[in-house]
């Protein structure tokens, strides 16, 4: 007797690969069935004022639809579809749920674990493509590619950029604070030794490897790590500890002309701050791949400054991340169906 699977993927991580990726690790053990959500073409909720979809977050989906397609799986494989109280409470025997994202936000963990639903999730997933994409946003804003596209468009050929004044700088003789060293920030760190870049590195949690260490990546305090770099790259997860890390403190404790990245979560700034010091000149220019609110409504201030390049939160938008979130939601299913423990688990009965 075959164990009934579903799949609720949307238009980047598709139910296909999901499926693929299942049979390969599981064999024909398993019956599926697919749903996909209207994502990314529908952004996601990051909140609802409906009572039933209080504590979950960047959704998309309705209950009703999540709850008809679940039906009488057992498993259930998603990205970011709404799993809450009610779909647990009604659905008695869906005992497994794969979240292919770093955060399942999306879940109501604590209506999991009081259902007996082992959660895991798939950190790392997206880590190569965001932290390439890292790379790519800081060469936009030290080479002046950004302001040499925009003005090329508008007719204006702009060799004042070889003004020794309006040059760019290069990676091989500036600092490169990474906050956050994890999945990410550690392969940062990685692309960023090639370019022979002096490197810091702030998470208190986590310790360097051999390898940095041997290059001379340093790990230092925040406000240390704040003053001495000229380039600042958040890889950090929101917590309500580093909610609005980057302040008006933190922007004052930097060195005039500083860069700030941002590929982690919008709320991790203080976009207000962040304006004061991108209008007088303080930060020299600002790469935002997210927001707070996401997507930053048309009159938000930062769109307008010529000193911020924006992105629509696609650092992790790569077929990779499809297929190793895939191969890491198989694994884990594979792993709960033999009576194994799961790799990355997410609440109290997955452990």
Same mark, same amino acid.
């Given at each position: 007797?075959?164990?009934?699977? $579903?799949?609720?993927?949307? +238009? %980047?991580?598709?139910?296909?690969?999901?499926e693929e990726a299942i049979h390969a690790a599981c064999g024909d053990s398993v019956s599926i069935r697919n749903l996909t959500?209207?994502?990314?073409?529908?952004?996601?909720?990051?909140?609802?004022?409906?009572?039933?979809?209080?504590g979950i977050s960047e959704f998309v989906g309705s209950v009703e639809r999540v709850t008809e397609h679940v039906g009488n799986a057992h498993a259930l494989i998603t990205h970011v579809a709404p799993l809450t109280r009610s779909i647990f409470a009604a659905k008695p025997m869906l005992k497994f749920v794969a979240v292919t994202r770093g955060g399942p936000v999306n879940v109501d963990l604590t209506a999991a674990d009081d259902s007996g639903v082992t959660v895991v999730n798939a950190p790392g997933r997206n880590a190569s493509s965001v932290a390439e994409f890292t790379?790519?946003?800081?060469?936009?804003?030290?080479?002046?590619?950004?302001?040499?596209?925009? $003005?090329?468009?508008?007719? +204006? %050929?702009?060799?004042?950029?070889?003004?020794?004044?309006?040059?760019?700088?290069?990676?091989?003789?500036?600092?490169?604070?990474?906050?956050?060293?994890?999945?990410i920030g550690s392969r940062v760190v990685k692309h960023l030794q090639t370019f022979g870049s002096t490197i810091l590195v702030n998470d208190p949690k986590a310790s360097l490897d051999e390898a940095d260490i041997a290059y001379g990546v340093r790990k230092l305090t925040l406000n240390a790590l704040l003053r001495e770099a000229d380039i600042v790259s958040l890889h950090c997860r929101l917590t309500p500890q580093t909610r609005n890390l980057m302040n008006r403190d933190a922007f004052q404790a930097m060195k005039r002309g500083t860069v700030l990245i941002n590929t982690a979560r919008g709320e991790l700034v203080d976009c207000h701050a962040l304006e004061t010091v991108l209008r007088n000149g303080h930060l020299q220019s600002a790469m935002l791949d997210t927001f707070d609110p996401e997507p930053p409504p048309a009159e938000w201030p930062l769109l307008k400054l010529p000193n911020v390049t924006v992105t629509p939160h696609i650092a992790g938008a790569t077929l990779k991340t499809v297929r190793v979130s895939a191969e890491m939601a198989a694994e884990e299913l594979r792993r709960w169906l033999a009576g194994e423990p799961p790799l990355h688990p997410c609440s109290s009965a997955a452990r």
């Open positions: 007797m075959s164990t009934e699977i $579903a799949i609720i993927g949307d +238009r %980047f991580m598709l139910p296909t690969i999901f959500l209207p994502w990314p073409d529908d952004p996601l909720i990051s909140q609802s004022s409906e009572p039933e979809l209080q790379i790519a946003a800081i060469l936009t804003q030290i080479k002046n590619i950004i302001k040499g596209h925009e $003005a090329l468009r508008t007719g +204006r %050929f702009r060799g004042d950029l070889y003004r020794a004044d309006k040059a760019g700088g290069e990676l091989s003789e500036m600092s490169v604070g990474i906050i956050g060293y994890g999945a």
